[in-house]
């Protein structure tokens, strides 16, 4: 079963940006879709985006078009979540999701701590 890591996240001012990286332990066939839930305390997980690794299609939640970028390294196995215009609002746990259809949640990283002060 493909296994996920996380890497990036981190503390940042309100305006700043951060980039998150999702590394898969194998190669993903076209179908495949990488992308990040997030959950802050208190609150129920949600959706951010996600990207399908053949076409390159994007997906993003209403909250964060506009300033958030995912993108894919199909030669690295790799999703990036390029976030910018961050708002404290998007402070959370980051967790990188796989899987083979809509939604993907069969497969999750080990999440991501982002932080963002105002």
């Known amino acids: 079963q493909v296994q996920l890591e996380e890497s990036g996240g981190g503390l940042v001012q309100a305006g700043g940006s951060l980039r998150l990286s999702c590394t898969a332990s194998e190669r993903l066939y076209s179908s495949y879709i990488l992308g990040w839930y997030r959950q802050a305390p208190g609150k129920e997980r949600e959706f951010v985006a996600a990207?399908?690794?053949?076409?390159?299609?994007?997906t993003y939640a209403d909250s964060v078009k506009g300033r958030f970028t995912i993108t894919r390294d199909r030669t690295k196995n790799t999703a990036y979540l390029q976030m910018n215009n961050l708002k404290p609002e998007d402070t959370a746990v980051y967790y990188c999701?796989?899987?083979?259809?809509?939604?993907?949640?069969?497969?999750w990283g080990q999440g991501a701590q982002v932080t963002v002060s105002s």
């Open positions: 990207i399908r690794q053949g076409a390159g299609t994007t």
């Open positions: 999701t796989g899987g083979s259809s809509w939604p993907p949640r069969t497969t």
